[in-house]
């Protein structure tokens, strides 16, 4: 198993920044990929970015060019930094750890383990 405990979410006026942080422990060699997800209250659970253990990224669109997922394998940490931060952007994130399998639409990432969540609330 891998426990995931993520931290540095706040209260920020618009147009601020957050890093925010994932420590992973546990059976943390068996990560294939991992990434940050965020519920806003009312809306469905949003994949924002993605890392996998090649280093390769995704983004969602709505916050590429803001938002920038990085890893530290030495500490088994995974960042977020967020930038420009609008009051749409505020959710409670979640990190989360998976394999990484093959299917007919090619490699994916299936996520098995996920955090608590850290707040991120922005004020216009």
């Known amino acids: 198993q891998v426990q995931l405990v993520e931290s540095g979410g706040g209260s920020v006026q618009a147009g601020g920044s957050l890093r925010l942080s994932c420590a992973a422990s546990?059976?943390?060699?068996?990560?294939?990929?991992m990434g940050w997800f965020r519920r806003a209250p009312g809306k469905e659970r949003e994949g924002v970015a993605h890392?996998?253990?090649?280093?390769?990224?995704t983004y969602a669109d709505s916050v590429k060019g803001r938002f920038t997922i990085s890893k530290d394998n030495a500490k088994n940490t995974l960042y977020l930094q967020i930038n420009s931060l609008q009051p749409e952007d505020t959710a409670m994130y979640y990190c989360?750890?998976?394999?990484?399998?093959?299917?007919?639409?090619?490699?994916?990432?299936?996520?098995?383990?996920w955090g608590q969540g850290t707040q991120v609330t922005v004020s216009s």
């Open positions: 546990g059976y943390t060699f068996s990560i294939g990929c």
């Open positions: 989360a750890a998976g394999i990484m399998f093959t299917s007919v639409a090619g490699r994916q990432c299936a996520y098995t383990n």
């Open positions: 890392i996998r253990s090649d280093g390769s990224t």
